[in-house]
Structures are given as C-alpha cells and as structure tokens.
C-alpha cells in the first residue's frame, strides 16, 4: 500500500449503530487530519493530530471520536448520529516541520446516516 | 486570519479552450500555495505548489500557476481544457513551515463542454 488509504470506502449506518472510519498513511508523516466533506458546503476541517498529540479540534460533536495509537493510524469512532452526519470523510496527511510540504489524502469513506 | 477566496464556484469551458480558475489569498505575507483536484468521490490530489524558486509553477495534467504578490493571486491556467479536466479544484494556503494548518478555499467545479 502507498499512500493514505482509508477503510471502509463506503458506510451506510443507522443513528443508533456503532462504527468506525480507519485511516492509514504509509509516508513516515507527523501530522494526521480528518476532513468532512459536504455537497455545497467548504471543506471542514474536524480533527488534526501533530506527533500523536490531538492540536486541533472543531467544536465537533462529541458523537464523532478520534483516536491516534500512533504516527500511522487514525480512527473516527462514530455513534449515534444524525442524518446530517452523512458525508464525505476525507483523512489526510502531511509532514510538519520546515518547508513548503502539502498535505497528502485518502480517497474518503463515503458515510450515508439513515 | 489567513484566508483563501476562489472567485466563481462553477466554471464552464469548451473543449480546447483555455482554464483560468481564480484564487486571492489574504496575507500580507506570501504564504505557501497549493492547488487540489478531486474528482467524484474520491480525495483531493496535488496539482502544484508554490516554493518560492519560480513565480511561475508548473503542475500535473498540463496546469501552471503564476504567483503575484502585488495582487496576492495564485491563479491556475491550462492552455487548453479536456474532457478529463472535469472535476473540483481547490486552492489551499499554509500560513508558515512549521504549522499544520492547511486553509482551504470553497472550490471551483470545473465542466469541459464537449
């Protein structure tokens, strides 16, 4: 695998399911992103975690939960959500630290919340 | 705060006509300058990035973007569209090296006419 891939690609759930979204980047990157993506909405960043540490988090609802056990793998546990939650979810990542260096992204999950 | 405007959600261009797709950046300071592509369903790729070596960057696919500081733009060109051009384009800026945030415009949906 190359990359940043994500698992499942496609994720229908009803509100009251337990589920996870995996990411994996194999490029040797400190920082790791979750991005929701909507139709006729910019994409919102919810979630980044630098060195394994979470630094960034959106006012998210706590019904999304992310998890980092390390520099390669990030989750979003989701529960107990709304139809409003069905989107694209993108993962992305990148290297912090000196340069100009751009962030690299899974294909998404395609999430639908019956 | 940094932010990011793309003139123009929709563009529309024959086949074989010129692409401009349109990005102002808001600081003062030039920042590093990205665009994106995403193409239905899938994640957002790298199309170029501005490393302050040339004014002029050329990327994937044929596209090229020319930094203007006394403007602060970042416009993307390609001479001459394709069918396979359509698709979302995104404009991105990263404020310094060391941070990991990534600002995002709203995008611009790209259609080739046939």
């Known amino acids: 695998e190359t990359g940043v891939t994500q698992t499942p690609r496609h994720l229908v759930m009803g509100m009251t399911n337990k589920k996870s979204l995996k990411c994996e980047q194999h490029?040797?990157?400190?920082?790791m992103y979750w991005y929701k993506q909507s139709a006729k909405k910019p994409l919102e960043l919810m979630f980044v975690?630098?060195?394994?540490?979470?630094?960034e988090n959106n006012s998210v609802p706590s019904r999304f939960s992310p998890e980092c056990p390390n520099s390669s793998h990030l989750f979003l546990h989701l529960h107990t959500l709304q139809p409003e939650d069905s989107a694209l979810y993108l993962c992305?990542?990148?290297?912090?630290?000196?340069?100009?260096?751009?962030?690299?992204f899974g294909p998404g999950t395609r999430l639908t919340v019956l | 705060a940094q932010s990011v405007t793309q003139l123009g959600s929709h563009v529309s261009v024959s086949e074989g006509a010129l692409v401009l797709l349109r990005c102002n950046y808001s600081?003062?300071?030039?920042?590093?300058l990205f665009w994106y592509v995403q193409y239905p369903n899938q994640g957002l790729q790298l199309l170029l990035k501005?490393?302050?070596?040339?004014?002029l960057v050329k990327g994937i696919n044929g596209f090229e973007a020319e930094f203007k500081k006394s403007e602060t733009s970042f416009h993307l060109t390609k001479p001459s569209a394709h069918m396979s051009d359509a698709a979302e384009y995104f404009c991105?800026?990263?404020?310094?090296?060391?941070?990991?945030?990534?600002?995002f415009g709203t995008g611009t949906r790209l259609k080739v006419l046939a």
């Open positions: 501005y490393t302050s070596a040339a004014t």
């Open positions: 991105a800026v990263k404020e310094t090296s060391g941070t990991y945030k990534y600002i």
């Open positions: 975690y630098s060195l394994e540490e979470r630094v």
């Open positions: 600081s003062s300071v030039p920042p590093y």
């Open positions: 490029l040797g990157h400190n920082a």
């Open positions: 992305a990542s990148s290297q912090v630290g000196v340069g100009n260096n751009e962030q690299f």
